[in-house]
């Protein structure tokens, strides 16, 4: 059995936001971006203390709502932080619920292509944070070059369907606007994405 890791937290009874049907949230401690305006800030802090679980206990902790999964065709969206960095992990969890939940990944798809290949046998969907296409804007809001990322998706589109892939296109102010937005939109769907979540940052 693989190994515990640090978690920063689970969510259960989740609707309408992090897949299909009913889901729970659970999400990993560390990430490799830097953003300016990070909703999870915990997942970078080296003193969280966090949840240390492994495959095993994450698995008896959620399957509480295996009825609520099978009936609303829901189960158990990973982010985090980035949940593609835990493979091992990923893949032993799906070999213990099986295909009776549907299984999820929030990510920046900023993480080497290996980890890549092997989520598209282990998720059922793919929720993909982009932030935006223009390498400048991106570097400068998450500390990171984006063309892996990009590379990644437009393997990853070809890979698993663009009906399983939904793209999130925020507007961060300060950094991005809706002109440029429109042009991650349109560069996107050239690469063969269909399904796309834009939406504001509020900064308080």
């Known amino acids: 059995m693989s190994g515990a890791v640090k978690m920063i937290g689970i969510r259960r009874h989740r609707l309408a936001t992090d897949g299909e049907g009913v889901t729970t949230l659970a ?3 560390g ?3 830097r953003c300016r305006y990070c909703l999870n800030p915990y997942c970078l802090d080296e ?3 966090g949840e240390m679980l492994t495959p095993q206990t994450l698995y008896e902790r959620v399957r509480i709502d295996d009825l609520y999964f099978r009936a609303a065709g829901g189960g158990v ?5 980035e949940p593609l960095l835990q493979i091992p992990f990923l893949r032993e969890f799906r070999a213990l619920c099986g295909k009776d939940w549907r299984l999820y990944a929030e990510t920046s798809l900023n993480v080497p292509f290996s980890a890549v290949e092997a989520a598209a046998d282990i998720f059922d969907g793919f929720i993909v944070d982009v932030k935006d296409t223009n390498p400048d804007i991106y570097r400068r809001y998450t500390g990171r070059d984006n063309a892996q990322m990009l590379k990644n998706l437009a393997w990853l589109l070809d890979a698993v369907g663009a009906s399983n892939v939904l793209v999130r296109l925020p507007l961060i102010p300060n950094f991005n606007t809706e002109d440029d937005r429109s042009k991650s939109r349109t560069l996107l769907s050239d690469m063969g994405a269909t399904r796309f979540d834009e939406f ?3 900064i308080r």
């Open 47 to 49: 003193s969280f203390k």
């Open 27 to 29: 999400c990993f401690w």
């Open 77 to 81: 969206t990973f982010g985090g932080g």
């Open 31 to 33: 990430c490799p971006l």
């Open 200 to 202: 504001d940052y509020v």
